[in-house]
């Protein structure tokens, strides 16, 4: 079965946005004090058993990861909505058994998936620049096909002396690529913030157009991205 796209409030939701706000910020006041139990009882643990819990600590990193998930939403790094909206970012689940020896690593039987970054860049790469020319976005962002890109909210940038490429937070052309997908909404663009140096500035898509909020990525990272 697919995925239920995530759960997102947008700016363009002040009111929703504001009161999902104070009922997290009341959730993350709860929490802190929590974890700083926690600590005394790994203590605990480590004095009575020489080693700390691990079912404190996973007990420890769903807190932490809710914790997170709810500061990025307050700070606007984030618009998707913490748990129980959406999954919980990284967290452990519960059940499963957490490593008595840190130090030890796996073995890796298998390579790597796709980051959540990384397969939303994929995604789109694979994505149609033009009807007319029924080039890819990858294919056209390695052309440097300006034109085609600008069309669809998405632009060539150089920022600090570095190859860049921006994509427009509003722009409908490059919203509908996501559309059935767990990006679709705003979500895509909460997904790209978590790309290695990217960054968010108002940039101007289209020449003499007003400048519009984009997030900015640099692209070395988004054609390694295309190539994953």
Request: hydrophobic share 50%; charged share 15%.
């Amino acid at each position: 079965m697919p995925a239920d796209p995530p759960m997102v409030l947008g700016p363009e939701q002040p009111w929703k946005r504001l009161l999902a706000m104070i009922a997290f910020g009341a959730v993350g006041y709860v929490l802190l004090p929590l974890l700083l139990l926690l600590a005394v009882a790994q203590f605990g643990f480590h004095l009575w058993g020489s080693r700390s819990n691990p079912r404190v600590a996973q007990l420890a990193d769903a807190i932490k990861a809710l914790l997170g998930s709810i500061l990025d939403f307050l700070l606007y790094r984030s618009d998707l909505l913490p748990f129980p909206f959406n999954p919980l970012p990284g967290a452990a689940t519960f059940g499963e058994q957490a490593t008595a020896w840190p130090d030890v690593e796996p073995p890796d039987l298998a390579p790597a998936a796709p980051s959540g970054w990384q397969a939303c860049l994929l995604h789109l790469g694979r994505c149609r620049a033009s009807e007319r020319t029924g080039s890819s976005i990858a294919d056209a962002i390695r052309a440097d096909e300006t034109e085609a890109l600008v069309a669809i909210g998405i632009r060539p940038w150089v920022l600090e002396g570095e190859a860049q490429v921006a994509f427009a937070a509003r722009h409908a052309a490059l919203n509908d690529f996501f559309v059935g997908t767990r990006w679709q909404g705003r979500a895509w663009l909460s997904t790209l913030k978590a790309a290695p140096g990217a960054v968010n500035r108002r940039i101007r898509i289209q020449p003499n157009a007003n400048p519009r909020h984009a997030v900015v990525i640099p692209l070395r990272v988004v054609l390694a991205a295309f190539d994953t």
